[in-house]
């Protein structure tokens, strides 16, 4: 970052102080500035930096309010006395120290530790350099802040002493990860500028949880652990890193439930919603330790579960995660024994009412706009289930567990006849979004049932009815598709799950629309996210945008507090290019099957270099000439059997 001095009258002329300010997180906090003279002259002035830090646990920062809080602890500087004491032992530790005592006791600091060039004094909790700096001389300064949780560091990461070290040791991570990664490039500069920006999001939303990286959901809101998010967003870099989703499912099931906790919602063999391990959290304001309120993260692990082992024929996870996979299926089975459908219903006082990816409160509408009651059965759970039990019973099968196979098999057909009759409103020829309490079609026109799609559970003339409705205007606004038709009297462009549009939504909405052979409307919905893409800052996706239709002098409309960077906003770039080139692949068969690669009009030529599919790696290079993509494989180091299907 640049920047320069103001005018700073009788002393400095404007910009003739070049401050340079280099940033990086690496266990700690480093900040270092360089200080240029710019001017023919020697000049002398006087820099401070303030500190300070008021502790707020997040869900304070969201709107929650606490009837009691813990206190500051700060050094008290009252009188000139007690400020040279205080001035005196930051100048002899070269060190600042703000705290804070929560109320379950812990003591949290940030500890400034300054570099280079030492502080000449302090005011309070602000150094104050002295500077004097011949014509274009430079100096610098810095400091590192270093987190502390009753005297431990709060990062698993060793900080370095150095920012230099610290970059250093940043570049030689990210230099080893981008190694082992799939490397993707067109030839169109823009949508690189796009995709490379998706694999730094990536990179950078790795976060550790335990022995494993995750991709925490996203930055400021949900720099966290979650389980629907960092599970879609696993699927999603399946072709970039294979890792992040064997990482994903064990750290999950590390976490997967063990007992009943109404206050947490958990249950044995549920796959957690949300961890936080803030001062509120801590203390049971709220009930995130973890917090399991989620009723679609477990059959979502189980189709993670499955999609690995495709990509990977990883043996030793198959095993390893056995036994959650059955614990998680007894979870789906124990609670769709009354009803025949997994549903959810708010149980803990600080819960979700809401408990699928759309977990607003009011998004679950009918057509008339007004909000769903009781348990709710959405469609695009019913999905996941089956999705889920017809491919576990081929693991099982392979595991000459013929029992479970069947049963499972017999369980999916059982599904997909009481979907089809129960889920499907006959007079707008589309699926309702879920089931009420009282097992009513909540008939509002949204895009869950394009999640649907790509699972299998809809018969193919409902499918096809489903994706024809989507591409009406209503919900394809030409950025993307709405999260709820403009027609329905709930709806509010503005509104985060009623009239927004989220490319993650559509990343699946698009897949479901390639398996059922609409190459035209899947790759219009993805150059519509990307066309949304390169308009955004750093041509990085947001976790949402407004609903609001697209027009020759139009620019999509951002909503203001959305996450970016969001792991499933970027994961949804590499699920685009995954329906480009369309790749099926089988691992424990050693082959992999390419159908009918598609590039779109913008992009003549991708490549993909370094694919990892079991032990092979595999270079593709994709042409494409008039309508036709032609594929062709560049290299190999292994043998894996590719079949082009065209």
């Not at 063999?269 to 330790?289: D, N, Y």
């Amino acid at each position: 970052m640049l920047c320069a001095n103001p005018y700073v009258e009788g002393r400095l002329p404007a910009e003739v102080v070049g401050i340079q300010r280099d940033l990086v997180l690496n266990g700690a906090l480093f900040e270092e500035f360089a200080i240029t003279n710019y001017s023919r002259v020697p000049i002398q002035f006087e820099l401070s930096l303030s500190f300070d830090a008021d502790f707020a646990d997040l869900f304070q920062i969201r709107g929650f309010t606490r009837e009691h809080q813990g206190r500051l602890l700060r050094q008290v500087v009252d009188s000139p006395e007690t400020q040279e004491d205080f001035t005196a032992l930051a100048l002899e530790t070269g060190q600042l120290t703000l705290a804070y005592q929560g109320l379950d006791g812990a003591v949290v600091e940030s500890r400034i530790q300054f570099s280079n060039l030492q502080p000449d004094g302090f005011k309070g909790y602000t150094a104050i350099w002295k500077l004097e700096l011949e014509s274009h001389e430079t100096k610098q300064l810095g400091y590192r802040l270093q987190p502390m949780t009753s005297n431990r560091p709060a990062s698993v990461v060793s900080p370095p002493m150095t920012l230099r070290q610290a970059i250093a040791a940043e570049s030689m991570e990210e230099g080893d990860w981008r190694a082992s990664a799939t490397k993707i490039r067109s030839d169109n500069r823009a949508f690189n500028q796009v995709i490379e920006r998706a694999e730094q999001d990536v990179y950078l939303l790795r976060q550790s949880f335990g022995k494993g990286k995750v991709l925490a959901a996203g930055i400021p809101w949900f720099s966290t652990l979650f389980g629907r998010d960092s599970i879609i967003a696993a699927a999603q870099t399946l072709i970039l890193d294979p890792e992040i989703a064997r990482q994903t499912l064990y750290t999950l099931a590390h976490y997967q439930g063990k007992v009943e906790d109404d206050w947490r919602e958990e249950q044995p063999g549920k796959i957690l919603h949300e961890l936080r391990l803030g001062e509120m959290a801590r203390c049971g304001e709220v009930p995130h330790t973890p917090y399991y309120g989620t009723v679609d993260a477990t059959p979502l692990w189980l189709l993670l579960y499955a999609d690995y082992y495709a990509w990977t024929h990883d043996q030793e996870t198959l095993e390893q995660l056995w036994d959650c996979a059955l614990a998680a299926m007894d979870w789906i089975d124990r609670n769709c024994r009354q009803t025949g459908y997994l549903a959810y219903y708010l149980v803990s006082k600080r819960g979700l009412r809401n408990q699928g990816w759309k977990d607003s409160e009011d998004c679950i509408v009918y057509r008339n706009g007004e909000l769903a009651e009781g348990a709710i059965s959405l469609c695009e759970v019913q999905a996941y289930v089956y999705a889920a039990k017809i491919k576990l019973s081929e693991v099982a099968r392979m595991k000459k567990r013929l029992d479970l196979s069947d049963r499972w098999q017999e369980e999916a057909r059982s599904l997909q006849n009481r979907f089809n009759r129960d889920f499907w409103v006959e007079d707008q020829g589309y699926c309702a979004i879920a089931l009420d309490g009282e097992g009513r079609p909540v008939d509002g026109i949204t895009s869950n049932p394009g999640h649907c799609l790509g699972l299998g559970i809809l018969y193919p003339d409902k499918a096809k009815s489903v994706a024809e409705r989507l591409q009406a205007p209503d919900m394809f606004n030409g950025w993307g598709i709405r999260t709820l038709s403009s027609l329905s009297p709930a709806y509010n462009p503005m509104g985060y799950h009623i009239g927004s549009v989220w490319p993650h939504d559509n990343g699946l909405i698009a897949a479901g629309l390639r398996s059922l052979g609409r190459v035209d409307q899947a790759l219009e919905v993805a150059q519509g996210v990307i066309d949304m893409t390169l308009q955004q800052p750093y041509q990085r996706p947001p976790e949402l945008f407004c609903g609001y239709e697209r027009t020759v002098d139009n620019s999509p409309v951002r909503y203001p507090v959305a996450c970016s960077p969001q792991a499933w906003a970027s994961g949804t770039i590499f699920q685009f290019l995954h329906i480009m080139v369309n790749l099926a692949p089988d691992a424990p068969g050693n082959y992999l099957r390419i159908v009918d690669p598609t590039l779109p009009e913008s992009v003549h030529h991708l490549s993909l270099h370094n694919l990892r599919i079991g032990q092979t790696l595999v270079d593709l290079e994709f042409e494409r000439s008039g309508n036709t993509t032609a594929c062709r494989v560049t290299k190999k180091r292994g043998n894996l059997r590719v079949i082009i299907e065209a």
